[in-house]
């Protein structure tokens, strides 16, 4: 045997030797199983991304607010079920400007997106810094926005009424032409074929029976003939970055074949290494799936031990509302904190917004998200790739049970939820032996922090400034002084990032 083909014999003999080291492992329709499955690293780097809510409901773009009450009863995505199947302030609305007989329907062909440009949506996202955006494919509704081929979405998607193009897959191409991830929102449920029992429910549904008998779709066909079917195809077609799941508030993941799809994903998808999941499945938020997600949710006593992350609205809703005023939008300021105050407690924050049916997204949206971006451009190496250090002299170690995990079932007032305050104001980010210092507010007298001691190798800087920190070793802690700068000298506006090398490993 000659010498080439005694090292391609050899070297086939390795690769086979190998293979089983890099052999794929199969996930099997357990918990035990898919749960094995870590939440993809770029995932957990990315820490900051927008979701877009966007459909039909953008067209009346209202609901009725009660800052006192309910977060979830100013959703203007909810119009259906909110301004259309109750009485009340935004059922008074629908009948006054659209009429008693206006059908939620009669809105799909005025949801045009005449002004709609992609790529411009996509660049004003990676201009805030983002990493990932998630969009809402099908909100609870059930109308598709995209040309999906189950045939009890057929009239009903932005190919055939509406926009009369392929939304989901138009923005995926600009987003990735960007370089960001593309993410998929889906809703399990539809109010027209989901059986409910919650209060105000309708003979057993979320809208009055003659919708429901009009458009319903068969119970033994509504998950493994519709909702399994729609799901593979995006998956297949767009093959998105996060496939993000809700709807799932009083369904069993055994009804929702949860198990079955989750093995068919982590096993089959074209991306499989890539998809990140919520824990959104069936009543299972904080124990399974993947990556435990948080909506208004209370941060103050989660843990680090599982990602997680945390979805809000700039004002009380997802989808675009007009009855919004200045006073419900949270500030540039309070946007950046509600970043700090997520990513320093180990999460990741997803920021939503509405746009209008035009396709356009309001100024004021627009103008938060630049400022974000703003700040991460001087800041972001303290947010990205990074995890959170908890201080052993200031912070208790806190296990983010399901509890905690589910924060967001706590029943609270729509200004409580969408409160940025906080009873810290610094926190702590690591990236190799890097250690991040961010706060809230200028340290006019210095800042300590207790436990930490220095020695001759320490370095201390503050993130877009080339002036010295000086510090010093006390009693208490490591005491770090600022430069002092005019106002027009300060690196950032809103929060402030401290690096501090030196201090050896850190866990």
């Not at 100013?74 to 059908?103: N, T």
């Not at 208004?296 to 009855?323: C, K, L």
């Not at 540039?332 to 939503?352: I, K, Q, W």
Request: overall charge neutral.
């Amino acid at each position: 045997m000659n010498k080439p083909r005694l090292l391609s014999l050899a070297a086939a003999l390795w690769l086979a030797c190998l293979a089983p080291l890099h052999a794929q492992k199969k996930y099997e329709p357990t918990w035990e199983s898919i749960d094995s499955r870590p939440v993809p690293q770029w995932f957990q780097d990315a820490k900051f991304g927008v979701f877009i809510h966007w459909g039909v409901y953008s067209v009346p773009s209202y609901i009725h607010i009660n800052r006192e009450g309910s977060v979830y009863d100013c959703y203007a995505e909810w119009y259906e079920v909110l301004a259309m199947s109750k009485p009340g302030p935004s059922r008074q609305f629908h009948d006054r400007v659209y009429g008693k007989d206006f059908a939620y329907r009669d809105f799909a062909p005025l949801f045009r997106a005449e002004l709609w440009n992609p790529d411009a949506w996509a660049k004003l996202f990676k201009d805030a810094g983002a990493k990932y955006v998630i969009l809402t494919s099908k909100h609870h509704d059930g109308y598709a926005l995209w040309p999906s081929s189950s045939p009890y979405a057929k009239g009903w998607n932005a190919v055939e009424v509406g926009p009369k193009r392929d939304l989901v897959g138009d923005l995926t191409k600009s987003v990735r032409d960007q370089g960001l991830k593309m993410g998929l929102y889906f809703s399990l449920i539809e109010w027209e074929s989901t059986p409910t029992q919650r209060a105000g429910n309708h003979e057993g549904y979320y809208l009055p029976a003659a919708v429901v008998n009009k458009y319903k779709i068969p119970a033994d066909k509504m998950i493994s003939g519709h909702i399994i079917p729609q799901m593979k195809e995006l998956v297949t077609k767009y093959q998105p970055a996060i496939l993000y799941p809700d709807g799932d508030w009083d369904e069993d993941y055994n009804r929702l074949q949860s198990l079955d799809f989750l093995s068919w994903l982590y096993n089959n998808a074209p991306n499989k290494d890539e998809i990140a999941v919520n824990d959104r499945w069936g009543q299972v938020r904080g124990k399974h799936g993947g990556y435990y997600s948080r909506e208004y949710a209370d941060t103050e006593d989660v843990g680090d031990e599982h990602p997680w992350e945390e979805i809000q609205g700039m004002g009380y809703s997802f989808g675009y509302n007009r009855n919004e005023d200045i006073a419900d939008y949270r500030t540039s300021e309070e946007l950046v904190h509600l970043l700090v105050n997520t990513v320093g407690r180990g999460g990741n924050l997803c920021l939503n917004v509405g746009p209008a049916a035009d396709g356009t997204i309001p100024v004021i949206m627009q103008q938060r998200l630049l400022d974000i971006g703003a700040w991460l451009k001087v800041n972001g190496e303290a947010i990205y790739g990074t995890r959170t250090w908890k201080n052993p002299a200031e912070v208790k170690k806190t296990v983010a049970t399901a509890a905690a995990a589910a924060g967001e079932k706590k029943e609270k007032s729509a200004a409580e939820a969408a409160s940025t305050r906080s009873a810290r104001t610094v926190f702590y980010s690591r990236k190799g032996d890097a250690l991040y210092v961010l706060t809230t507010e200028w340290p006019k007298q210095g800042l300590n922090i207790a436990g930490l001691k220095g020695d001759k190798g320490l370095k201390v800087s503050l993130l877009g400034t080339a002036k010295p920190v000086s510090w010093e070793n006390r009693k208490d802690g490591l005491h770090l002084t600022p430069p002092v700068l005019s106002p027009t000298e300060l690196p950032a506006r809103y929060a402030y990032v401290f690096r501090i090398d030196g201090l050896g490993p850190l866990k």
